[in-house]
C-alpha cells in the first residue's frame, strides 16, 4: 500500500520560513520524479516544484527564488524548504510521486499571516 505523509506545516510570518517534510512508503523511491502541489481556498491546485530520481529540479514561477525542493533517498524523504514566505504562500501543500502511476499525500496546511 502506498502512502505520502506531508508534516512541517503550521503558521508562520510573513517573511518566514516552513520546511515541509513527506514521507514514501510502498514505492521505489528513488525512481519516482517528487513533488508538491499547493491548493489556496477556492482556488485550483497549482504546481509547486518537483525533483526528479536524477535530482534536477523544477518550480513554479511564484515560487522561484524562495522555495528549495530536496530528497533523502536513504529517507525515503522529499522537502520543501520555503523562505521569504508571503500570505499568498498560504495553502495546503500536497505531496506527490510520480513513475507511472501517480500517488497523493493528505496534505498539510500552511498559513503565512501579514
Known amino acids: 500500500q502506498v502512502q505520502l505523509v506531508e508534516s512541517g506545516g503550521g503558521l508562520a510570518q510573513a517573511g518566514g520560513s516552513l520546511r515541509l517534510s513527506c514521507v514514501a512508503s510502498?514505492?521505489?523511491?528513488?525512481?519516482?520524479?517528487m513533488g508538491w502541489y499547493r491548493q489556496a481556498p477556492g482556488e485550483q491546485r497549482e504546481w509547486v516544484a518537483s525533483?526528479?530520481?536524477?535530482?534536477?529540479?523544477d518550480y513554479a514561477g511564484p515560487v522561484k527564488g524562495r522555495f528549495t525542493i530536496s530528497r533523502d533517498n536513504a529517507k525515503n524523504t522529499v522537502y520543501l524548504q520555503m523562505n521569504s514566505l508571503k500570505p499568498e504562500d498560504t495553502a495546503v501543500y500536497y505531496c506527490?510521486?510520480?513513475?507511472?502511476?501517480?500517488?497523493w499525500g493528505q496534505g498539510t496546511q500552511v498559513t503565512v499571516s501579514s
Open positions: 525533483i526528479t530520481s536524477s535530482i534536477s529540479t
Open positions: 506527490y510521486s510520480l513513475y507511472g502511476s501517480s500517488y
Open positions: 510502498g514505492i521505489i523511491f528513488s525512481r519516482n520524479t
